[in-house]
């Protein structure tokens, strides 16, 4: 090798920061030339989490409060009657029902009390919860969401099931390392691949970096029932069949990495978020750079949230939350633009496994359509094609708002 193998140096870390490359028993690896001032030479991983109470918090939180002394050990409803007469039991319990109480020591007795859930399944639970308002509308706080009513009549209605407005939110972002050449970015649940080779922060890490934002934000959800549609159809399969051929090509070239293909609804959510910022950005107060996306694909539930947050104040101006109320014109704003690409028929004939592109992420998506500044792409531009969201010169019949244009 004319550059040698990787001597195990991380100047970063200090004078003792050397370790073996490759590991213990690894194989060490030769060493890869990169340009001092390259774009590539610094990719910060990060977690970002949103501070949104849990739905049950407060009943939770209550039975915190007297769980070891008085409730671990009831057997029945009636037994919690017995001991919410104890002067501590009921100051702790008040406002909330023997039912409720018994179903929350249920759930603690069945071993529900350790579960573990990711990040999106909790955000996502709690902005399609039932409930008209999620948290408190202080000054200060940390979350509050509302839910608005829906046009009951037009195309755009029958696809969408849920828009909240989201006043106010807290999001915290930590960095747990960094990686170079490549970019190593969260799963399609947030989550981070745990097997990624990042370079670390310290030698021991007992804390990370991290800021917090405060912003505003819309979420929109797609009805389960349509998008369930959507997928049986014939069309939607092969392109389908395009897409997981070009994902195939990348892990050909990618063999080291874990990751999979994170399904059609996940690439509609997220051709469609890119679509909605650039429609909202034009009279929302916000351009597109400052505005960010979370795509949620749950079990049997669908949507985004578009929102922006900052360190300081521009982040709660009020204008991306009053677009909501304009969602429906936003949404087939967006979907008239997307139709057709100012670099199309090329844009829209390109085939993901062409190896002569090396786009094998991407379906019909370039700059002069979906691809967006990377400040606003949780997935750095990848898994993007808005075929699957209108019918484009090439592909008219996986669109899943096919009659909405």
């Known amino acids: 090798m004319p550059l040698g193998y990787c001597n195990g140096k991380r100047p970063w870390l200090g004078g003792y920061g050397r370790e073996r490359c490759g590991g213990a028993d690894g194989k060490s ?49 009636a037994d919690v ?66 839910a608005i009513k829906l046009p009951t009549r037009g195309p755009i209605a029958k696809k969408i099931e849920r828009v909240v407005k989201v006043h106010r939110l807290r999001e915290v972002i930590a960095q747990v390392g960094f990686t170079r050449f490549e970019a190593a970015v969260s799963d399609v649940n947030g989550e981070l691949e745990l097997d990624v080779e990042r370079a670390s922060l310290a ?48 892990k050909k070239e990618h063999s080291a990495s874990s990751a999979e293909f994170p ?21 929302c107060g916000y351009a597109a750079s400052s505005i960010r996306e979370r795509i949620y694909v749950g079990d049997n539930a669908y949507g985004f949230m578009l929102y922006t947050a900052s360190p300081d104040a521009e982040g709660t101006l009020g204008g991306l939350v009053e677009a909501a109320d304009r969602i429906a014109e936003h949404l087939r704003q967006a979907l008239d633009l997307a139709r057709l690409c100012a670099n199309d028929p090329v844009c829209a004939h390109h085939q993901p496994d062409n190896r002569e592109e090396n786009r094998y992420l991407l379906g019909a998506a370039c700059h002069g359509c979906v691809l967006l500044s990377e400040v606003s792409c949780e997935r750095r531009n990848d898994f993007l094609d808005r075929a699957l969201v209108v019918p484009t010169v090439d592909e008219a019949d996986s669109a899943f708002f096919m009659d909405e244009v």
Not at 30 to 35: A, D, K
Not at 228 to 236: E, F, H, T
Not at 271 to 278: E, N
């Open 263 to 283: 399904g059609l609804p996940y690439i509609l959510l997220h051709s469609t978020a890119h679509l909605l910022i650039t429609a909202v950005a034009l009279d």
């Open 29 to 77: 690896q030769p060493s890869r030339l990169l340009v001092r001032s390259a774009s590539n030479a610094y990719f910060s991983q990060t977690l970002s989490v949103i501070s949104i109470p849990e739905m049950g918090s407060a009943i939770r939180g209550a039975v915190d409060t007297v769980w070891i002394e008085f409730l671990q050990y009831c057997e029945s409803k």
């Open 81 to 146: 009657t017995r001991e919410r007469k104890k002067p501590r039991v009921s100051a702790a319990l008040e406002g909330h029902s023997d039912a409720d109480v018994w179903k929350e020591i249920q759930r603690r007795q069945g071993g529900e009390g350790v579960e573990v859930r990711g990040i999106r399944e909790v955000e996502l639970e709690t902005l399609l919860s039932s409930e008209t308002e999620v948290g408190s509308d202080m000054p200060g706080g940390d979350f509050y969401a509302r």
């Open 203 to 250: 030698r021991e890490i007992s804390w990370v970096p991290a800021v917090e934002n405060r912003g505003e934000g819309v979420f929109v959800a797609l009805r389960a029932d349509a998008i369930a549609g959507w997928l049986a159809r014939d069309a939607v399969q092969a392109r389908y069949a395009k897409l997981a051929a070009g994902f195939a090509a990348w």
